[in-house]
């Protein structure tokens, strides 16, 4: 399995990005997909979850109403729209294939993660 996350950048306050995640090796459409981040100095923590279908998605509560997860299993990749950003939002966002729907087991596999930093 292979995990391609890009999208990160320098953004400031209120602003928008899009972290998008390329995978391969597997059967994209069957596997749950999420997003983690982890901050300097932090522990990596769950971000948006989506099942394989795309019917079930969740979101941790500081980013619920602000971001969404979406996925798209033709071309493979699952994307993660963040809007209204804050500096508490800059961390190295990761994609993650794999776990169970609630992320109570996280993902097997990671991609190499992606740079968001937004300024105050």
């Known amino acids: 399995v292979q995990l391609q996350a890009s999208g990160g950048g320098l953004v400031q306050t209120g602003g928008s990005l899009r972290a998008s995640c390329a995978a391969s090796?597997?059967?994209?459409?069957?596997?749950?997909m999420a997003w983690y981040r982890q901050a300097p100095g932090k522990d990596r923590e769950f971000v948006a979850a989506?099942?394989?279908?795309?019917?079930?998605?969740r979101y941790a509560d500081s980013v619920k109403g602000r971001f969404t997860i979406s996925r798209d299993n033709a071309k493979n990749t699952v994307s993660l729209q963040m809007n209204s950003l804050k500096p508490d939002d800059t961390a190295v966002y990761y994609c993650?294939?794999?776990?169970?729907?609630?992320?109570?087991?996280?993902?097997?596999?990671w991609g190499q993660g992606t740079l968001v930093t937004v300024s105050s």
């Open positions: 989506i099942t394989g279908s795309g019917q079930n998605i």
């Open positions: 090796g597997h059967t994209f459409s069957s596997m749950n």
């Open positions: 993650g294939m794999g776990g169970t729907p609630d992320q109570t087991l996280p993902p097997r596999w």
